[in-house]
């Protein structure tokens, strides 16, 4: 039988440096599939937020209302309207399908944004203050990592005067109890800005605020302003 030769040093070398070529191009293709997991997740979990945003969004604001309410303290007689809008935040009534005839077809909500993360605050019950909603409060937690929270609202300029362009306002803060205002923006801009750096803008038209129609009780226009 013939015998075979040993391997000579160069021949090992080269095996070697053929075995670790190998094994980094492996460990290279294997780093670069995680790392592409890893975005794909990141990019999905992105999208999940982005969708429960865009639900809660078309949800509330497409569907805010004006909604008016008394008082069961001391100013019985007054009638107060049921939103709170400044920059940072944001509480309304808005229409909702009807589950059952004893939770009624309106939600009293709120974004809340705590801890760095986004909320919907909601019941179907008016209040003052969230102690009042007692145990008919629900949350559901919207985002995570979140740097900042911006609305605006859109008024209408009454100067007839004015061009049609320039008869929109957007306003950083609605006026509401303090003048006695009690109708909602005609539309709602809200802005979210995550720890990374991305932002993500929504818009939308709230219900019954056209040039032509109002939600509840209202005057329609003269003949000559229509």
């Known amino acids: ?39 794909i997740l990141r990019e999905r979990n992105r999208m ?11 949800a509330v604001l497409a569907n805010t209302v004006p909604f008016t309410w008394r008082d069961d303290g001391n100013e019985k007689d007054k009638t107060f309207p049921f939103i709170v809008a400044d920059p940072n935040g944001l509480r309304v009534a808005y229409l909702h399908p009807i589950h059952n005839e004893v939770e009624g077809g309106i939600r009293f909500a709120e974004f809340v944004l705590e801890d760095d993360k986004l909320y919907l605050k909601y019941t179907d019950r008016p209040f003052f203050d969230w102690d009042q909603a007692w145990e008919r409060t629900q949350q559901v937690l919207l985002a995570e990592e979140i740097a900042e929270l911006r609305f605006l609202y859109l008024d209408w300029n009454d100067d007839r005067d004015s061009d049609w362009r320039d008869r929109g306002l957007w306003l950083d803060q609605w006026e509401t109890a303090d003048s006695e205002r009690m109708d909602a923006p005609l539309a709602i801009a809200m802005k979210v800005v995550w720890k990374d750096g991305h932002s993500h803008v929504w818009m939308r038209r709230t219900m019954g605020n056209s040039y032509r129609e109002r939600y509840g009780k209202w005057t329609p226009l003269e003949e000559d302003k229509r």
Do not use: C, G
């Open 1 to 39: 039988m013939q015998r075979r030769r040993p391997f000579t040093f160069l021949e090992l070398m080269i095996a070697v440096s053929i075995t670790t070529m190998v094994a980094a191009a492996l460990f290279a293709y294997a780093h670069n599939v995680s790392k592409s997991w890893e975005q």
């Open 48 to 58: 999940t937020e982005l969708m429960n945003l865009d639900r809660a969004v078309d």
